[in-house]
Structure formats: C-alpha cells, structure tokens
C-alpha cells in the first residue's frame, strides 16, 4: 500500500516545490534581507546530513575573527515550535533542550562565550530582533536552503556521501526536499562522511554538473572524545563491548563511527530523528543490553541532551564529534569574505 501511495504524493510535492521556487524567483513572495551579513547552512535531502558540526564549525571561524555571531535555527523537535526563543547571549544558555530544541540547545552548549542562538520559525523576524536587541556583526542560518524568506549572502549546501540523494525520489517516497537541479542555488557545498563511502569521485563529478563552478569540500566527522553521561569531565572507563542507541538523522553514520573507534556493539537501536525519550524506553534499553551481556550504552551528544531529567541503570557514554574539512583555509576565506561584505541576496 505504501508504495502505491506515496509517489504520486511525491509527485505533488515535487510540483508544489518548483511552484514556491517560482514565485520566490519571480519576486511574488518576498524575500527579506537583513542588515547584516547570512551565512546558510542547508541541505538538499531531510535527516541528518552532517550540518550541525558545520553550523558550529562555521561559527567559531566567524567567532574567531572577532565577529559577534547570531545562529538563526528553526530549533526542530521544541515543545512550542511557534514561540520565539533565545537560546542563549554570548554568555548565558536560558532555555532547555525541551524549550530550544535539541539542536539548537546542542549549538548553544558549545559555542557558550563564541555564538547566541536563537530558535524561531521565522528566521527573518527573527534576525531582526536579534539587530534590535543583541547587535550582532553577522548571522549564520541553520537548516536554510530552503528558507527563502530570509536572503543569504552565501549558500552552503551538505551532501551526505553515505546518502547524497535521499533514496533518488522526493518526499515522502524518499528522502530528496528539493529536485537535485536546486542545487545551482549552492555557493559551495561541503560532502561530509567521505570516509565512509565509496565512489566519492563519481559523486563530485555529478555534483559538478549540477553546480557549475561551485567549489566543493570534503570532509569527515572526527570523535573528540567519549566522555561520561554523568559527569563528562571524567575520563572515560569504557568497556569494549557496548550497546549504542540514538535519534539522529543518519544513525548508521553514529554506529560505523563507534565501530572505527573499536567499539563491538552487542546491539543498536536507532530511534526516530528528534525522538524524546521517556523513562520506560531508558528502562527497556538498559533491560536489553544486560540481556546482550554488555554493562554501558553509547549515544550521541545531540540524544545526551535529552536524558538529564531521566535515570539510567547502568554506566552510558556520549560520542562527541567535530567536523573536519579538507582544504578548510579555503572555506574559511569564502566565510571571512562573506562576513566582511554589506548584506545582499547572492
């Protein structure tokens, strides 16, 4: 049944689609543009692609030139998706992952003293609050391909070498939010988890043709370390056998890395993306892993965020990861350019 149904619903989500873009294109919608530099983060298919540790990344190149960074997130996943949150100053977090949403909460834990953040739908409402009330040098828009609203100075694109086109079909038959020709929107695209696939050069000569004289960069997810749930100041006591469990986009890229880290995972359990935890799913994991033989469970920062309130009977460890880029001085250049110029729809 389900594969009677969904691509002709594919189909119309293909035509609504390229209707939006359209009337983006021909100025029937507006587009807003803020006084100030945007940098985006997008992606071309839905669940996880690697673009969180590159918001992160980008925003400590902006940081690090002495700009005052503002990240713009939907904050996917919150209990009240259509309140405006500041996540955090460049100081201070103020709201729960609940409140932020797990993402957004994750970025503001990380980038505490280098980034604010803010989750709202509207991202151009948004970022002109953010001009009234924090003055930021520059904003960078996660999750923004397809957020018209909001003008960009430059358009990054992630393509997940491990799934770069979502199953080939839109959706809901795949995974695809955009045809692959959206891409000529792209200033540059970064493939993430290149070590992982195969067949890399054939996947940058595609994308070559799509995205004509679109610089691309390569780059793999790297584990910082594997810290303690409890208390990740400790150092880690880690058995070698594990359960690992996670709600992420792309859960086989999390188990592969543990697996690369020499981890033997007894078993995996790979929740929906952005899932909220209850105690009873803790209590089942936990149940199953004594059954598998294994004394601790592994997931990732994203999912650790969502577990303080909740107890775990045995030891659990979080794999936290940064990105990698290869060829990074030149990414960086394109961002410190971007960052440098007035603001303007690219």
């Not at 873009?21 to 992606?43: A, K």
């Not at 309140?83 to 100053?89: A, F, G, K, P």
């Not at 952005?274 to 199953?288: E, G």
Request: charged fraction near 25%.
């Amino acid at each position: 049944m389900r594969s009677i149904v969904l691509p002709p619903l594919s189909a119309l989500y293909g035509a609504v689609t390229r209707a939006r873009l359209t009337l983006y294109r021909r100025g029937t919608f507006r587009t807003t543009t803020l006084d100030r530099p945007v940098i985006s983060v997008g992606n071309i298919t839905s669940g996880g692609t690697g673009k969180t540790p590159l918001v992160e990344w980008v925003a400590r190149t902006l940081a690090a030139e002495g700009k005052k960074v503002c990240i713009l997130t939907r904050g996917y996943g919150r209990s009240h998706p259509d309140r405006h949150v500041l996540v955090s100053d460049w100081q201070t977090v103020f709201a729960s992952a609940s409140e932020a949403g797990d993402e957004a909460y994750l970025l503001a834990k990380n980038l505490e003293g280098v980034a604010a953040v803010i989750s709202d739908a509207n991202r151009a409402a948004a970022g002109k609050d953010a001009i009234k009330h924090l003055n930021p040098d520059c904003f960078v828009l996660d999750d923004g391909f397809q957020h018209l609203r909001l003008a960009r100075d430059l358009n990054i694109v992630t393509i997940d070498a491990t799934n770069p086109w979502g199953g080939g079909s839109l959706l809901p038959y795949g995974r695809l939010r955009e045809p692959r020709s959206s891409l000529s929107r792209a200033d540059c695209l970064v493939i993430t988890r290149a070590d992982q696939a195969e067949g890399i050069q054939s996947l940058r000569s595609e994308l070559a043709q799509l995205t004509v004289g679109c610089p691309q960069f390569l780059s793999r997810m790297r584990t910082v370390r594997i810290a303690p749930l409890t208390d990740p100041s400790e150092s880690p006591d880690l058995p070698q056998r594990s359960a690992a469990f996670c709600a992420v986009g792309n859960p086989q890229s999390f188990f592969s890395q543990l697996r690369d880290e020499g981890q033997e995972l007894s078993f995996t359990k790979a929740f929906p993306d952005h899932y909220s935890y209850t105690q009873k799913d803790l209590d089942r994991l936990v149940n199953a892993a004594k059954k598998a033989g294994v004394e601790a469970l592994i997931t990732t920062a994203k999912d650790a965020v969502k577990l303080q309130s909740l107890t775990i009977a045995m030891p659990c460890y979080i794999l936290e990861i940064s990105i990698d880029v290869e060829n990074s001085e030149e990414l960086r250049k394109l961002i410190r350019r971007t960052a440098g110029q007035s603001s303007g729809e690219s």
